[in-house]
């Protein structure tokens, strides 16, 4: 549990995965929103209705209770990830991974009254949870494993959603093929066995 828990510890890291942890999905969800435009449909950004400082106080609550109340990123970047990569390497690990963290999600489809989930559907969905969870597992590395970095991502993620995107299926559906492209770049780029150029002796099982 000491070993698990000092991964939040681990926040000496470049100042560009801060950045990507608390503005990526902000500029995944507007390009989808931008291509979407651009296709000739017409998007809401529910943010674009109120003021900065309203839209900068739901961001910073949200994130900081993300913070605060996360478990998901203990349970799979903090105790699964790291022995699934010991055994199936950085991108193995990552597409097991995503099965139980999308499928975490089915009692949404459930609910009718959750419309952003009955109209996107199962099935992208799931690509999402493929694309992004690849990508997890790039910034855990890439950040020698700090489970600070992937809460505050997940924390924005959910900021984001909320502030940038409504219940209509097909900007979320362009994020998701960007988030697909990206992840194909990242296996590409880093190799799929670790997607890190570097050392991960940090990475070890706890």
């Known amino acids: 549990m000491k070993e698990l828990f000092r991964r939040f510890l681990i926040m000496r890291v470049s100042p560009v995965w801060y950045v990507v942890a608390l503005f990526g ?4 969800m507007l390009a989808g929103v931008g291509l979407f435009t651009l296709s000739g449909g017409t998007a809401v950004i529910p ?4 003021p900065a400082s309203s839209v900068a106080i739901v961001f910073v609550v949200t994130v900081l209770l993300g913070v605060v109340l996360n478990t998901e990123e203990i349970a799979w970047r ?7 990569q010991a055994a199936y390497g950085a991108l193995g690990a990552s597409l097991i991974l995503a099965v139980p963290e999308g499928f975490l ?18 099935p992208a969905f799931m690509l999402f ?7 997890y ?16 991502l997940h924390a924005s993620q959910n900021a984001w959603a ?6 209509q299926a097909a900007p979320f559906y362009w994020t998701v093929g960007l988030l697909v492209a990206v992840a194909i770049a990242v296996v590409a780029v880093f190799g799929s066995a ?9 990475l070890s099982p706890t």
Not at 78 to 84: I, S
Not at 105 to 116: G, S
Not at 194 to 202: Q, S
């Open 25 to 28: 999905m902000a500029g995944a």
């Open 47 to 50: 943010a674009a209705s109120g």
């Open 78 to 84: 903090g105790v699964a990830l790291p022995r699934l």
């Open 105 to 122: 999600h089915l009692p949404l489809f459930l609910q009718k009254d959750v419309a952003f989930f009955q109209n996107v559907g199962i």
């Open 129 to 135: 949870s493929f694309a992004l969870t690849v990508l």
């Open 137 to 152: 597992t790039w910034i855990f590395n890439n950040t020698r494993g700090s489970l600070l970095i992937v809460t505050l």
């Open 162 to 167: 909320n502030l940038l995107s409504d219940d």
């Open 194 to 202: 670790r997607l890190v150029r570097g050392p991960v002796a940090a």
